[in-house]
Nanobody, 124 residues
Framework: QVQLVESGGGLVQAGGSLRLSCAASGRTPGSYAMGWFRQAPGKEREFVGGISRNGGITFYADSVKGRFTVSRDKNTVNLQMNSLKSEDTAVYYC???????????????????WGQGTQVIVSS
């Protein structure tokens, strides 16, 4: 198993930036593909971006492409968010998927482990 703890959320003005981090601990966190998801009030949880277990592949939702960047360094996965918009307001979750495949999955059900979430509020 792997444990995930997010940090870095907060309040930011539209056009600003935030960097979220997800610290992974437990059994061989480097063997997990990682994803970032978000959930706004009254909406379903949606995929934001992800990175393969070896860091060689990243994939993003169209709504954040060119503004958000996922990276990983040892047991930490980061989500750099630039040019934030009010519609980016949500609780952001990191998730881990144990896999031997070098790929990124975009469906929440593909991920077995989740962090507690961190709130991001973008004021317009």
């Amino acid at each position: 198993q792997v444990q995930l703890v997010e940090s870095g959320g907060g309040l930011v003005q539209a056009g600003g930036s935030l960097r979220l981090s997800c610290a992974a601990s437990g059994r061989t966190p480097g063997s997990y593909a990682m994803g970032w998801f978000r959930q706004a009030p009254g909406k379903e949880r949606e995929f934001v971006g992800g990175i393969s277990r070896n860091g060689g592949i990243t994939f993003y939702a169209d709504s954040v492409k060119g503004r958000f960047t996922v990276s990983r360094d040892k047991n930490t996965v980061n989500l750099q968010m630039n040019s934030l918009k009010s519609e980016d307001t949500a609780v952001y979750y990191c998730a881990a998927r144990s896999t031997l495949v070098i790929a990124v999955r975009t469906t929440p059900d593909d991920y077995a482990y989740w962090g507690q979430g961190t709130q991001v509020i973008v004021s317009s």
